[in-house]
């Protein structure tokens, strides 16, 4: 009888989330709240994202006001709001807590990518299909008692633009790294980072591939410590062509790893703590597969979706990891022993795969 290697994870049956009725091209999860809660957010192509529980994957609800394919969704640095990056020409701020609309944020071409500062909610870095990226200040843009006001319309032009003329394609990811001075972009095959102070280019670098998932990866800081991988400062992940690439440092300028697949990468995340990377696939096949990071051996593989793994990412405790496809679905997966969220302690989780619906 074949015994398992002694590293071998468990396997644990993952948590599937139903709701959205398009592709989910994005998910990204809030940071640690003070009681070790966090949220989970999805975007969809439906043009309807949704803010779930990130422990259970449990719906919270649904923010409704987009008339067109929503690309991208992340909660800000204190979670009291969330941006949403549509094919109908704007990005919107919402009110976390009531799920109201508080304000447009008017562009000229659809938007595909949005990003907070590391540790500010009053500005949102914005591109797309304008080429432009764009720096809007929501200082004046907070939650306000129910009914006090009508959501704000700010237009294109009060934003700021940096690196101007700089890109030819689609900014696809915006990354705002620790240093608040420095932003990445990720728009076709190329990364570049630009410098906020003089708006302009300071390092770029062209990929295997057009680049499928660019994110900033780290715990919550507090969890954080100099043995982590990138010494407690969270690693830029990208995934492009048939390669994954890793970047770290305040300004994610110095490259650590970089590893060449056998097939089409969608996305990938890793986790500094544990030494892992998940990678979504997007062909031939539909899977999530999980690496040591120090050898690049292939320890697990998902095969639960139908459809391109378009986004992957860890929760801010570490315990989990969920994947967004094609297929519609969000899945969770345990990355911890023992009792946590929904499953039980053991081999085998909770028995059967779950849907919160």
Request: glycine residues 10%; charged residues 25%; negative net charge.
């Given at each position: 009888?074949?015994?398992?290697?002694?590293?071998?994870?468990?396997?644990?049956?993952?948590?599937?989330?139903?709701?959205?009725?398009?592709?989910?091209?994005?998910?990204?999860?809030?940071?640690?709240?003070?009681?070790?809660?966090?949220?989970?957010?999805?975007?969809?192509?439906?043009?309807?994202?949704?803010?779930?529980?990130?422990?259970?994957?449990?719906?919270?609800?649904?923010?409704?006001?987009?008339?067109?394919?929503?690309?991208?969704?992340?909660?800000?640095?204190?979670?009291?709001?969330?941006?949403?990056?549509?094919?109908?020409?704007?990005?919107?701020?919402?009110?976390?807590?009531?799920?109201?609309?508080?304000?447009?944020?008017?562009?000229?071409?659809?938007?595909?990518?949005?990003?907070?500062?590391?540790?500010?909610?009053?500005?949102?870095?914005?591109?797309?299909?304008?080429?432009?990226?764009?720096?809007?200040?929501?200082?004046?843009?907070?939650?306000?008692?129910?009914?006090?006001?009508?959501a704000q319309t700010i237009p294109a032009s009060a934003s700021f633009e940096i690196g101007q003329n700089v890109h030819t394609a689609s900014i696809k990811f915006i990354v705002w790294t620790r240093d608040p001075n420095i932003l990445i972009?990720?728009?076709?095959?190329?990364?570049?980072?630009?410098?906020?102070?003089?708006?302009?280019?300071?390092?770029?670098?062209?990929?295997?591939?057009?680049?499928?998932?660019?994110?900033?990866?780290?715990?919550?800081?507090?969890?954080?410590?100099?043995?982590?991988?990138?010494?407690?400062?969270?690693?830029?992940?990208?995934?492009?062509?048939?390669?994954?690439?890793?970047?770290?440092?305040?300004?994610?300028?110095?490259?650590?790893?970089?590893?060449?697949?056998?097939?089409?990468?969608?996305?990938?995340?890793?986790d500094p703590k544990g030494r892992k990377i998940v990678v979504g696939e997007d062909k031939p096949a539909t899977w999530a597969r999980v690496y040591r990071w120090d050898d690049g051996v292939e320890i697990d593989v998902h095969k639960g979706h139908h459809?391109?793994?378009?986004?992957?990412?860890?929760?801010?405790?570490?315990?989990?990891?969920?994947?967004?496809?094609?297929?519609?679905?969000?899945?969770?997966?345990?990355?911890?022993?023992?009792?946590?969220?929904?499953?039980?302690?053991?081999?085998?989780?909770?028995?059967?795969?779950?849907?919160?619906?």
């Amino acid at each position: 009888m074949a015994t398992p290697a002694p590293d071998a994870p468990r396997q644990y049956v993952p948590l599937t989330c139903h709701g959205h009725s398009r592709p989910v091209p994005h998910i990204s999860f809030s940071p640690l709240e003070k009681d070790e809660s966090y949220y989970l957010i999805s975007a969809c192509k439906d043009g309807n994202p949704m803010l779930r529980d990130g422990q259970t994957g449990d719906w919270i609800g649904t923010f409704i006001g987009h008339k067109g394919a929503v690309w991208q969704a992340r909660l800000s640095p204190d979670a009291s709001t969330a941006a949403t990056a549509s094919a109908d020409f704007t990005a919107k701020i919402w009110d976390t807590h009531t799920g109201e609309l508080l304000c447009t944020l008017q562009h000229d071409h659809i938007v595909r990518a949005i990003s907070y500062p590391p540790d500010s909610s009053d500005l949102l870095a914005t591109g797309g299909m304008e080429k432009k990226l764009r720096i809007f200040d929501l200082t004046n843009v907070k939650p306000t008692e129910a009914g006090e006001a009508a959501a704000q319309t700010i237009p294109a032009s009060a934003s700021f633009e940096i690196g101007q003329n700089v890109h030819t394609a689609s900014i696809k990811f915006i990354v705002w790294t620790r240093d608040p001075n420095i932003l990445i972009t990720a728009s076709d095959k190329t990364l570049r980072w630009f410098d906020l102070r003089t708006r302009q280019v300071i390092k770029q670098e062209v990929l295997d591939g057009e680049i499928g998932s660019c994110e900033l990866c780290g715990l919550a800081p507090e969890l954080m410590s100099r043995s982590d991988l990138g010494e407690g400062i969270p690693l830029l992940a990208v995934a492009a062509g048939k390669c994954i690439y890793f970047w770290g440092g305040m300004d994610a300028t110095n490259e650590l790893k970089r590893l060449k697949l056998d097939y089409q990468v969608a996305s990938v995340a890793v986790d500094p703590k544990g030494r892992k990377i998940v990678v979504g696939e997007d062909k031939p096949a539909t899977w999530a597969r999980v690496y040591r990071w120090d050898d690049g051996v292939e320890i697990d593989v998902h095969k639960g979706h139908h459809g391109p793994v378009w986004s992957v990412a860890f929760s801010p405790d570490g315990k989990l990891y969920a994947t967004g496809s094609e297929d519609g679905t969000i899945k969770m997966w345990k990355n911890c022993e023992g009792f946590y969220g929904l499953w039980r302690g053991g081999n085998g989780g909770n028995g059967a795969e779950r849907s919160t619906d």
